[in-house]
């Protein structure tokens, strides 16, 4: 995660650490951990931050420069997210068993991300979207284009 893009944005808005933490209804001490890059961000509170922001997931992780999609949407479609992840599972020609030794996780992880009984660790997102070169958006439902990213 790009942190200087973060504080960016922040500063941008003329927004102090506890401006933004009242947004995101969290402790100012949570958010300045992330913003110090000392914690990670816990996915669905940057979705939020995103969303908050009206950026990209793909632009504040640093794998595009285009800061947001056209038509993307906010929030998190679990349902578009345990779609994608299957689709593209079964696209890659991988067995439940062989992404989840290539992701270091048990096939159970997999099938309950599958099913959407668990929402994917960014890490695993990240992974994911780094090695098959799929935005992030697009894996959790929040654009349709891209679902490439542009090297």
């Known amino acids: 995660m790009n942190i200087e893009k ?3 944005l922040r500063e941008n808005q003329e927004l102090t650490m506890q401006d933004l933490a009242n947004q995101l209804n ?16 816990p996915l669905e509170r940057l ?24 038509n993307s949407q906010k929030g998190l479609d679990k349902n578009i997210l345990k779609n994608n992840l299957k689709i ?14 290539l992701l270091n996780l048990n096939r159970t992880t997999i099938i309950n991300y599958e099913k959407g009984l668990t929402i994917p660790l960014l ?29």
């Open 6 to 8: 973060l504080k960016d």
């Open 26 to 41: 969290i402790a100012k001490s949570s958010y300045s951990l992330w913003e110090e890059g000392i914690e990670r961000i």
């Open 47 to 70: 979705i939020s931050i995103c969303d908050f922001f009206n950026v990209s997931l793909d632009y504040l992780m640093d794998n595009t420069n285009t800061p947001k999609y056209q």
């Open 88 to 101: 593209l599972r079964k696209d890659l020609k991988y067995t439940q068993d062989a992404f989840a030794k």
């Open 123 to 151: 890490d695993h997102l990240l992974f994911i979207s780094k090695n098959f070169n799929i935005s992030l958006d697009y894996l959790l439902g929040k654009t349709k284009e891209p679902k490439y990213l542009k090297k």
